[in-house]
């Protein structure tokens, strides 16, 4: 006696709820080659999911989470089916968005240190220490130059 498996089958619309992302970006990640064609039903030609597209739909919106572009998505998906021998330009894509993850936490952490300042001003301010609202003030001002310089290109 064989072990027999059952292939599930989704709609977009149960793809979308299991994978979070909503059934536009499926259709658009299929059109521009994000993600492989999604066979459609023999009656109905809509799309049709199986297990495999869904593994890929999840490590798909992994990525996106990450705010990796959907040109850089792409190539990773076409270096996937290449396989072991693009290791080296996949390893590449990672490190870069690796990179872009650091410098989005460094942001975030200036931001978050400029509204600490603030509080802390006010603070300053509502209890009458003018001397230390005055010397917050200088730190938020020095502060603010260094949030303007990270957004620039």
Known sequence: M???TTQHEYSIKEAAALTGLPASTLRYYEQIGVITPISRGASSGHRVYDEADLDQLMWIACLAATGMS???MKQYVANGRIGP????EQIELLGEQQRRLAQEAEQIALRRRYVAIKI???NAVQAGDEARAELLSGEASALADDLR???KP
């Open 149 to 151: 310089d990270t957004r």
């Open 120 to 122: 802390d001003y006010w």
């Open 85 to 88: 021998s693009a290791a080296a």
């Open 2 to 4: 064989s072990a027999r």
């Open 70 to 72: 959907v040109g850089d």
